[in-house]
């Protein structure tokens, strides 16, 4: 038989988590264990797997990166959740704002307003900028319910996390934030925007924050 496989840890991340958050409401419980580092090579990102990316010798290089790897005590369809991400970019020399609902490439055609999903979701994210051009970026990010049987079941923040990065000078090497807990007022903010944006989806009014494990 052959010998079980190490779980992923990339060399953006220490070993030890920098945050570790308990969630715990709607019939849904567990840990989130945060990871928050930077990207020394393209490699260590995934990059080389992206079409057009894999020769790239300086993507993400220098920049945030971000894994959330949820631990669920629930069983089977309790541990079905999802990942939502806010992003807000600033490009003050182009006098440019830019607000969205982060997804895939791939899916921006389609009305769907998670990033990830699945069973006890892990969540990834490594923004990258070739050109290192003056920016304010900056992510509002919640592990959510997952409506499992109609949209007109409302989708539920359990916690959550904001971070990002800027460049204050053209070319200079990206700033990070911290990685902080989401309030209950960022939830808010970033609720009205999402039932704008996505008018057949319902989202729940509340975010309410347990203590840290």
């Known amino acids: ?58 993507a993400g290089v220098g920049f945030p990166t971000v894994k959330c790897e949820v631990v669920s005590s629930q069983p089977g369809y309790g541990s079905d959740l999802g990942w939502i991400q806010w992003v807000m970019q600033e490009r003050p020399e182009k006098g440019k704002s830019v607000k969205l609902v982060d997804r895939l490439p791939a899916f921006l055609d389609r009305d769907i307003p998670f990033l990830t999903m699945g069973y006890a979701p892990t969540f990834f994210d490594a923004p990258a900028y070739n050109s290192l051009p003056v920016v304010d970026w900056r992510a509002d990010l919640f592990l959510c319910t997952l409506p499992l049987l109609s949209r007109r079941e409302a989708i539920h923040p359990l916690a959550g996390f904001r971070w990002g990065y800027h460049i204050d000078v053209q070319g200079a090497a990206p700033n990070h934030y911290p990685l902080v807990r989401a309030t209950p007022s960022d939830w808010v903010r970033v609720r009205k925007e999402l039932t704008a944006l996505h008018p057949e989806w319902k989202f729940g009014k509340a975010l309410r924050n347990l203590p840290r494990s």
């Open 1 to 58: 038989m052959s010998p079980l496989v190490e779980p992923m840890h990339e060399a953006s991340f220490a070993r030890r988590p920098t945050a570790v958050v308990r969630f715990r409401g709607l019939g849904r419980a567990g840990v989130i264990r945060a990871f928050y580092g930077t990207t020394p090579r393209p490699v260590d990102s995934g990059f080389p797997v992206l079409p057009g990316w894999a020769r790239e010798t300086t």
